[in-house]
């Protein structure tokens, strides 16, 4: 099922909006129960929502996701609807307005179908953490979908809906989007609205899109990009134009192989970033070996700034207001209670982090070093691109792995991120699209990172590889 | 009791003013005093999972207004997090600026020619209110805590003096200038009482030519009188303890108005890490040149231009007059004392009309325009009102407005012709044949008698000067 066929049928009448949802909420009810992809399912709301679409398109209106069910990532508020960010702290959790984001779409003609499962408050990177249980991934149900974003990837994968909202604040967009076999967009930070998401870490935060192909995740991001009043940090610029743009190719496009996005990577993703390499020359671009020493330092600068962020922005989970509360003898007590039950082991460890990063005598050594860090990152990446337009690098070190493999080992779950997290810190944008397959056929994701504003030539350059297809 | 020769106290103020915008500083809830718990609140100034602040422009216009008020420097600014866990307040963090404020480095001179230093004066956004029910009636111990989150999110700036108080006194006369210049920005109310201006003192006391000493930071002073009061006390303690080889402990004491004592509320070793940094929801606020230049024309003269030109109008005051003056500018009522000398009201009269009977709450005196002021001193002064029923015509504009000589003749304010005054003496002379004896024999004070009974007898309506020049006629 793909988004541009399905809007195109809808506007055409050859087809409902209610058919439409009603076929993705068979193959949810068919798979959901094994992979746990949707944490809160809203059928009901959905064929209603469907059914105010239907009457839209006869009335006339040209809806650019006519129809088109998606998923949400569980950290997106929804009107009404169970909002929990994976956590046990928001049970219950109804939040009263809807994300920027969830307008855009709804009002573009998508019908969300539900909330997909993730990781607790976005940390994590196998959808592990999940107060709901982990999700499967659905091309080994053995494995990890990845994380954050595990569920959104999930869905789409699984075909339950052909496209999905997913949250990237180190990497949770474009990992999973790698471990599923899917295209994933890290929008540059500001280009997508952040009311109504969640907040993990605000300034390393985006929201962005998981689909099949280039083309739908092009089409929904460009539904939900655009200047938003609301969110102080969006660019004062309406959407680009993205899918005009997608035929552009590579031709004359200088590429960086960046060394150290490839580094400590499993030989068969080594492998598919040099094919990947030798598409994009093959189209026309130039690829030269480049190298960005300062990535190295990404991970423990992002380990400190995302958890610091973290541990500000989760304080209001104190059982005064909404969600979780577990009664104690005064307001202290009760904050405690509440949060020491309702926040999962990964939560606490980073609010610990946080925390400590951000105290009097530390601040100065652990997160004021880490903004230096990002200034050098930030800085790093301008001299790379004064000499090429784009990069190109792994997703992810490896194929999906097992469910349970990282549980213990946080720092080895940490090192997922590695090759994501430097777009984060820089604000920039990045795009993991598939290119070949590695252990057991499972799906490889190659990553082209861009300066801020270069989605369209980003998604390009996608479409060229996943022209190619890495075969 | 005081600090004996050779010790000083030191002061510094830390003044929070709510700004007196339409809106909350994040969001478009209202700013506004009084409504029902909780009906002025959203998703954002309720701290709800996945909403975004968005700064108020006319919070930062009047923000800039205190600082160029008081000669600081506008600079680009960012705001920070304050983490604190606090039922009150919603997000468990404020937003306030801490490194680098909007406002820095400026000055307030007093009526007494002091000078006393501006460190900054930053925005940042007020808590909620939290009711502590049953036990103690504080938050520990209290059986159950209300939380009423209007005032959550409402915009507040903080002036934050140097150290340059020495006296109780001066602290005062400083809160109070202040006030003054915070209420002619147009940016607060000044109204102590509901809380819309909040004032913390530090204090410390040392030995005059010695390093400042440790200092403790006093809270719920919530009037002048008590500001006073409290720096007062504190000094006092302060100087008791280190007399008798004690030392003073840095920390916050609450200010016990009906026991007149300051008491322990926080150790600084129990607090207080903040564990700032910058706001990432909001962005550099970078005012233009442009906009800081409009604000600045836009202001109107401080009150302590106005108090000099208001006394220049009596060329020398006497104290009372300059009472007087202070307190015209301090009701910010120039203006009725600007129309009322344009009529051709002679300035002592208009300064001492406006200061008696232009008090209390503005709202309440709707009716009673300055043009409605100026021609009801007018009708006083030319006699077809006495003194008397002048004061009632301008409360009665007060209250129901209209025009001043249709509301003097309404309530019945005939001018007495003065014959009919002369005759209505004539016969007080006649039914008090003992007093007027006593009268006629040089004592004065008989006068007020004889204006008494004339009073009584005219409601009130006779003008005394008139009475006392017909009885000095009499007694030739």
């Given amino acids: ?471 | 009791m005081s600090l004996p020769e050779g010790w000083e106290m030191v002061v510094g103020l830390e003044v929070h003013t709510e700004l007196r915008t339409a809106t909350k500083l994040f969001c478009g809830c209202a700013n506004a005093f009084g409504a029902e718990p909780n009906t002025q609140t959203c998703p954002v100034c309720l701290g709800l999972p996945g909403s975004l602040p968005v700064l108020n422009r006319r919070a930062v216009e009047l923000a800039m207004a205190i600082g160029l008020a008081l000669h600081a420097t506008v600079s680009p600014s960012t705001f920070h997090r304050k983490n604190y866990f606090y039922p009150d307040m919603p997000k468990d963090f404020q937003i306030s600026q801490y490194d680098r404020p909007i406002n820095a480095g400026g000055h307030l001179d007093l009526p007494d020619g002091s000078r006393v230093g501006i460190e900054r004066a930053h925005l940042e956004e007020d808590t909620g209110k939290s009711t502590h029910l049953g036990g103690t009636g504080r938050i520990h111990g209290a059986e159950r805590s209300l939380v009423d989150y209007n005032r959550a999110g409402v915009p507040l700036v903080e002036i934050v003096s140097a150290p340059d108080l020495r006296s109780s006194a001066q602290a005062r006369a400083y809160a109070a200038e202040l006030r003054g210049i915070l209420m002619a920005t147009g940016a607060s109310d000044g109204r102590m009482e509901e809380g819309s201006m909040r004032i913390d003192a530090n204090v410390s006391v040392h030995r005059v030519g010695e390093p400042f000493a440790t200092r403790c930071e006093l809270k719920n002073l919530n009037s002048l009188r008590s500001l006073q009061r409290a720096i007062d006390y504190e000094a006092d303690r302060q100087y008791a303890l280190v007399a008798s080889g004690g030392v003073v402990r840095q920390e916050t004491r609450h200010w016990d108005e009906d026991r007149g004592v300051t008491s322990t509320m926080r150790v600084k070793e129990e607090a207080d890490d903040y564990r700032y940094f910058q706001e990432p929801d909001l962005v550099e606020l970078d005012p233009a040149p442009a906009w800081v230049e409009a604000v600045r024309a836009g202001l109107g003269p401080m009150p302590a231009e106005r108090r000099a030109r208001l006394a220049a109008l009596l060329g020398t005051p006497s104290p009372a007059q300059f009472d007087a003056v202070e307190t015209v500018v301090d009701l910010g009522v120039d203006d009725h004392v600007d129309a009322a000398i344009a009529a051709g009201v002679e300035p002592d009269r208009a300064i001492a009309r406006a200061a008696n009977e232009l008090a209390g709450d503005p709202h309440e005196r709707a009716g009673l325009t300055p043009g409605a002021f100026a021609a009801t001193l007018r009708l006083e002064q030319s006699g077809d009102l006495s003194a008397t029923q002048a004061k009632t015509v301008l409360a009665t504009l007060a209250l129901s407005g209209g025009d001043p000589a249709a509301v003097a003749r309404e309530l019945g304010f005939e001018r007495m012709a003065s014959g009919e005054l002369e005759s209505l003496v004539d016969r007080l002379i006649a039914e008090h044949p003992e007093e007027w004896g006593r009268y006629r024999e040089g004592d004065d004070k008989l006068a007020q008698f004889f204006t008494g009974q004339v009073m009584r007898a005219t409601r009130g309506q006779a003008d005394g000067k008139a009475v006392v020049e017909v009885l000095r006629a009499r007694r030739g």
Wanted: aromatic share 6%; proline share 6%; hydrophobic share 45%.
């Fill in chain 1, 1 to 471: 099922m793909n988004a541009l066929e399905v809007a195109a049928s809808v506007r055409a009448g050859a087809t409902t909006a209610v058919e439409v949802v009603a076929e993705c909420l068979e193959r949810v009810a068919t798979r959901n129960a094994e992979l746990n992809v949707f944490i809160h399912l809203d059928a009901e709301g959905a064929l209603a929502s469907a059914a105010r679409v239907d009457e839209r398109v006869a009335a006339g209106a040209s809806l650019p996701l006519a129809g088109v069910p998606v998923a949400l990532k569980d950290n997106l508020c929804v009107r009404g609807q169970p909002t929990t960010a994976g956590s046990r702290i928001l049970a219950g959790w109804r939040p009263p307005y809807d994300a920027t984001v969830v307008g855009r779409l709804a009002g573009a003609g998508a019908v969300a179908l539900g909330k997909a499962n993730m990781d607790e408050f976005a940390m994590g990177s196998s959808t592990e953490t999940s107060a709901y249980g982990p999700t499967r991934n659905p091309l080994d149900p053995t494995r990890v979908p990845g994380g954050s974003s595990g569920g959104s990837a999930a869905a789409v994968a699984a075909g339950m809906v052909p496209v999905a909202l997913g949250s990237d604040t180190g990497g949770s967009i474009r990992q999973p989007a790698a471990l599923c076999g899917l295209v994933g967009v890290k929008p540059t930070y500001g280009l997508v609205s952040r009311y109504g998401l969640i907040a993990f870490a605000s300034s390393l935060d985006q929201i962005g899109p998981f689909a099949h192909t280039v083309a739908e995740a092009a089409l929904v991001l460009e539904v939900i990009a655009g200047h938003d009043p609301l969110d102080t940090t969006s660019l004062p610029e309406p959407a680009p134009e993205l899918s005009s743009h997608l035929d552009d190719g590579v031709a004359g496009r200088r590429v960086g192989l960046v060394r150290e996005l490839v580094e400590g990577a499993d030989p068969e993703v080594l492998d598919a970033v040099r094919r990947a390499a030798e598409t994009l020359t093959r189209a026309g671009a130039t690829v030269e070996e480049v190298s960005i020493p300062e990535i190295k330092l990404g991970l423990s600068a992002y380990y400190l700034i995302a958890p610091a962020e973290a541990s500000s922005n989760l304080a209001r989970y104190d059982g005064v207001r909404y969600g979780l509360r577990v009664d104690g003898p005064d307001v202290e007590a009760m904050n405690v209670a509440t949060r020491t039950v309702g926040f999962g082991d990964e939560v606490k460890r980073r609010i610990m982090l946080g925390t400590y990063a951000l105290s009097a005598g530390y601040y100065d050594a652990y997160y004021g070093q880490a903004l230096k860090v990002r200034t050098r990152m930030i800085e790093a990446f301008a001299r790379a691109y004064a000499r090429v337009d784009t990069l190109l690098g792994a997703t992810a070190p490896s194929v999906a792995f097992a469910l349970g493999a990282k549980t213990q080992d946080p720092l080895a779950m940490y090192l997922s991120d590695v090759f994501t997290i430097p777009t984060n810190l820089a604000g920039e944008a990045a795009v993991s699209v598939p290119f070949g397959a590695g252990e057991g056929g499972l799906p490889i994701g190659v990553q082209l990172l861009g300066p801020a504003r270069s989605e369209a030539r980003l998604l390009a350059a996608a479409r060229v590889l996943e022209a190619e297809g890495g075969r």
